[in-house]
C-alpha cells in the first residue's frame, strides 16, 4: 500500500494521503459481519439455538481444556459463541431478519410486536443475550 505521511512540523496537524488506486481497491472488497455474545457453555447455548435453524459452523479451543469458540450461521446470518472471559462482555441483543417471524415466535409462544419498520419478537438465550426476530413491513 502507497501512502504518504505529511507531518506539519509546528505540531499543529498531521494529515496522511492515500494513493487513489489503494481507496478504489479497498471498496471493492466485501464485508459480512458477525455478531459475538458470551456464553458460559458455548455447547448447551448452540442447542438452544439450534431450535431457531442455526447450525454450527466451526468450534476452536486452543487446547482441549481451554474455552470455546463456537460460530453459528443460519442462512445470511451467523452468530459467535464466546466462552472467553472479556471477549463480549454481555448480554448482548442482536436484531435478525427473517422471512416469517411466526413460525419462529410459536416455538416459545413469544408475542410478536408491530413496529413502523418491521414485525418483531424477543426472547433470550440460556446466558440472558436476547434476541430480536424480525419480519420487515410492508
Request: proline share 5%.
Given at each position: 500500500?502507497?501512502?504518504?505521511?505529511?507531518?506539519?512540523?509546528?505540531g499543529a496537524k498531521?494529515?496522511?494521503?492515500?494513493?487513489?488506486?489503494?481507496?478504489?481497491?479497498?471498496?471493492?472488497?466485501?464485508?459480512?459481519?458477525?455478531?459475538?455474545?458470551?456464553?458460559?457453555?458455548?455447547?448447551?447455548?448452540?442447542?438452544?439455538?439450534?431450535?431457531?435453524?442455526?447450525?454450527?459452523?466451526?468450534?476452536?479451543?486452543?487446547?482441549?481444556?481451554?474455552?470455546?469458540?463456537?460460530?453459528?450461521?443460519?442462512?445470511?446470518?451467523?452468530?459467535?459463541?464466546?466462552?472467553?472471559?472479556?471477549?463480549?462482555?454481555?448480554?448482548?441483543?442482536?436484531?435478525?431478519?427473517?422471512?416469517?417471524v411466526e413460525p419462529?415466535?410459536?416455538?416459545?409462544?413469544?408475542?410478536?410486536g408491530s413496529m413502523?419498520?418491521?414485525?418483531?419478537?424477543?426472547?433470550?438465550?440460556?446466558?440472558?443475550?436476547?434476541?430480536?426476530?424480525?419480519?420487515?413491513?410492508?
Amino acid at each position: 500500500m502507497a501512502v504518504t505521511a505529511r507531518i506539519d512540523h509546528r505540531g499543529a496537524k498531521a494529515q496522511i494521503v492515500a494513493e487513489t488506486e489503494v481507496v478504489e481497491v479497498a471498496a471493492e472488497v466485501e464485508a459480512e459481519a458477525a455478531a459475538e455474545v458470551v456464553a458460559v457453555d458455548a455447547a448447551v447455548a448452540a442447542e438452544w439455538y439450534g431450535q431457531y435453524g442455526f447450525e454450527v459452523d466451526f468450534e476452536h479451543r486452543f487446547e482441549p481444556y481451554m474455552p470455546a469458540y463456537v460460530g453459528l450461521k443460519r442462512d445470511d446470518a451467523e452468530i459467535h459463541l464466546s466462552e472467553h472471559t472479556g471477549d463480549a462482555p454481555g448480554p448482548g441483543l442482536l436484531y435478525i431478519w427473517v422471512d416469517a417471524v411466526e413460525p419462529l415466535a410459536a416455538i416459545t409462544g413469544a408475542k410478536v410486536g408491530s413496529m413502523p419498520w418491521a414485525r418483531d419478537f424477543e426472547v433470550a438465550d440460556p446466558d440472558g443475550n436476547r434476541l430480536r426476530f424480525a419480519e420487515r413491513a410492508g
